[in-house]
């Protein structure tokens, strides 16, 4: 299993381009995540999934779009970068409810918007 | 809503000398708890977490964590401290119902002094 991959690994893009990040999980998992990491604040959570054609705002959604046409794939798009959106993105799965709780993290996109 | 408090952003400790990095949490319902490590420029690397059970938890790399209800704590710690041991760590909350996404605090770093 190669777990949860990300693509790309850094990107540099000018604001007002577009793009979207790409996570794939081969586990099978219901859930799926996208957070962003952002110097003394954590990973907040952007975006969410508890399965295939249902996605759900986390905490700070704006500035990003989602969608779940596959149990494996979750791509973040960002519609027009701006630089407030430098961050840190990951992605991460976990097996629906029933399961044992385990949170799978991809390795991590650095995205500069200038 | 969950949330987490980190007290100290930074931490330094000597070489051999206890680690203790405190968590602080709110949840509704019973929480699941962990602790994630991060080494610069790295992702994230689960350290230990509590789901049910017994309440003290065993992690890698000789870390491990108390649940206290009563306190509302998950504080990590570790007998004695190593060189290798500086990186960030997070501290994070979970319900296992729901979104089943994660909730971090803000992060402490961890210094260690030869």
């Known amino acids: 299993n190669a777990g949860v991959t990300q693509t790309p690994k850094f990107q540099v893009l000018k604001t007002g381009q577009s793009m979207t990040l790409q996570c794939a999980q081969d586990m099978n998992h219901e859930y799926m995540s996208w957070y962003r990491q952002d110097p003394g604040m954590g990973l907040r959570l952007i975006h969410y999934s508890v399965g295939a054609g249902i996605t759900d705002q986390g905490e700070v959604p704006n500035g990003y779009n989602v969608s779940r046409s596959t149990t494996e794939d979750f791509p973040l798009r960002l519609l027009s970068a701006a630089p407030s959106q430098t961050s840190v993105y990951f992605c991460?799965?976990?097996?629906?409810?029933?399961?044992?709780?385990?949170?799978?993290f991809g390795p991590g996109t650095r995205l500069t918007v200038t | 809503a969950q949330s987490v408090t980190q007290l100290g952003s930074h931490v330094s400790v000597s070489e051999g000398a206890l680690v203790l990095l405190r968590c602080n949490y709110s949840s509704s319902v019973p929480p699941y708890l962990f602790w994630y490590v991060q080494y610069p420029n790295q992702g994230l690397q689960l350290l230990l977490k509590y789901t049910t059970g017994a309440t003290l938890v065993k992690g890698i790399n000789g870390f491990e964590a108390e649940f206290k209800k009563s306190e509302t704590s998950f504080h990590l710690t570790k007998p004695s401290a190593h060189m290798s041991d500086a990186a960030e760590y997070f501290c994070a909350v979970s319900e296992d119902m729901g979104r089943r996404a994660l909730t971090f605090g803000s992060g402490t770093r961890l210094q260690v002094q030869p």
């Open positions: 991460a799965s976990t097996p629906a409810p029933g399961a044992p709780y385990e949170q799978y």
